[in-house]
């Protein structure tokens, strides 16, 4: 889709105004900074979901766009024509059932030949499939009937396998169980149920996996949640044994939680497994990252900058960084690479933070001092740095722009038609 020239001749467009606005930002934050700041940039990869290549929709309705993938095939390249533009999208995080790979290697090869690598895999057991023997519709591993919970924890270790044969690591488990009234389920039972069901899946998982399980507060269960906040999630996961962690989705959370304290306190304890970033102003919006609360954003990885380093994880490798996403009015390909690039953005402005007059400003009690640092960084705008990562990696200074320049939509359009809908949610 992005030919070698196309590139070379966006940049070669760019470059000037792009050099003049880096090198007065190099100066500024002296080289050293700028340096170590785009080499952890140039490292840093972020898991594009399958489920979010297509236009998602909502409960009243869906507007495709046309052009979508209809295969994990044509997933894949939309995932390497990202990473094309952004060299920032290097692995992909795929659904079962919406994604089953026919031919495990053949698709393993062609991720490979875009320069991507499989991240986790997410099991379902949110829907009913068709031919699927027992109904998930009171839940999957806190059903009281052992038969539904017994075919939830098979697809769980199918999805496993799926996983090997593509070289991913990870398994993330969102289970949508929960009760939607009062009175409708023992809260302990669904709780042991559950754990049962999750210890089954964990001793299905290959010695260098792990286990990430996803909490939400709400939805589509509207009373309880049976993996219902980052409590319960801990709690699982501490019962489980190492090589399980808890997911931070960021939309899963009731309003105004302090997210980054979470991250914090799960970082320290080593259970932090890693994210499905997004942003949201009511609930589960799935928004672009960083579209409506930036500074809550950088917030975090604020914490992660920190807690990553004090824990000695490698930041590119050391936790699994995903978007989960959905777009209603957006181009699917544009709202990504919005997102990766708003993620990128935090990353590096919490690089900047000033540390040590930080932990003085703390000690001292100098609550102003504190809060000045923080918006130094979370002010500066460090989008030539960024810029200059995509740069020195082979990528475009302007990605959205190359996408738009180049008609990509439009080509999609061509060759897939307008009608194409992708599989997910
Ligand atoms: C649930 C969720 C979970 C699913 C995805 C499609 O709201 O965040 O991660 O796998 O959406
Ligand atoms: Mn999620
Ligand atoms: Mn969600």
Do not use: C
């Amino acid at each position: 889709m992005i030919e070698p020239y196309q590139l070379s001749h966006h940049n070669a467009q760019h470059e000037a105004a792009h050099q003049r606005k880096f090198t007065f930002l190099a100066e500024e934050l002296g080289s050293e900074t700028a340096e170590r700041i785009l080499a952890r940039l140039i490292d840093f990869q972020i898991a594009i979901p399958s489920w979010a290549l297509g236009t998602g929709g909502t409960r009243f309705g869906r507007f495709a766009g046309g052009g979508e993938p209809r295969s994990l095939e044509e997933k894949i390249a939309d995932v390497g024509l990202l990473h094309a533009l952004n060299k920032s999208s290097g692995a992909i995080s795929l659904h079962i059932p919406w994604d089953i790979p026919s031919d495990g290697e053949a698709i393993k090869q062609l991720a490979a030949s875009h320069g991507l690598v499989f991240d986790a895999m997410n099991s379902n057991t949110f829907q009913d499939q068709a031919g699927q023997a027992h109904s998930y519709k009171f839940g999957s591993l806190q059903h009281t009937d052992a038969r539904v919970r017994k075919q939830a924890v098979e697809h769980n270790i199918d999805v496993i396998r799926h996983g090997e044969a593509l070289g991913s690591k990870s398994l993330t488990v969102w289970l949508s169980d929960g009760s939607s009234f009062p009175g409708q389920l023992s809260f302990r039972k669904a709780f042991e149920r559950t754990l049962d069901g999750l210890r089954e899946i964990y001793a299905a998982l290959p010695a260098d996996w792990k286990i990430f399980v996803e909490y939400k507060a709400f939805e589509p269960n509207f009373y309880s949640t049976t993996v219902g906040d980052w409590g319960q999630s801990y709690l699982y996961a501490s019962k489980l044994g190492p090589k399980a962690y808890t997911l931070v989705d960021l939309g899963h959370h009731l309003p105004n939680a302090n997210i980054e304290q979470i991250v914090s306190l799960l970082l320290m304890e080593g259970k932090l497994g890693g994210f499905h970033f997004n942003d949201s102003k009511y609930g589960d919006d799935d928004l672009t990252a960083g579209s409506i609360k930036p500074y809550q954003l950088f917030l975090i990885f604020n914490e992660l900058a920190d807690g990553m380093d004090a824990r000695g994880l490698d930041h590119a490798t050391g936790l699994g960084w995903m978007i989960d996403a959905s777009h209603n009015v957006k181009d699917p390909l544009e709202d990504l690479l919005q997102s990766v690039e708003a993620i990128k953005l935090a990353y590096a402005q919490a690089l900047l933070v000033d540390r040590t007059a930080l932990e003085n400003a703390r000690e001292n009690n100098d609550v102003a001092a504190a809060q000045e640092i923080l918006q130094a960084a979370f002010r500066t705008d460090l989008r030539p740095l960024l810029a200059e990562a995509r740069l020195r990696a082979g990528a475009a200074i302007s990605p959205l722009g190359l996408f738009r320049e180049q008609q990509i939509r439009r080509k999609l359009i061509e060759t897939r038609g307008l009608k194409a809908v992708a599989t997910g949610l």
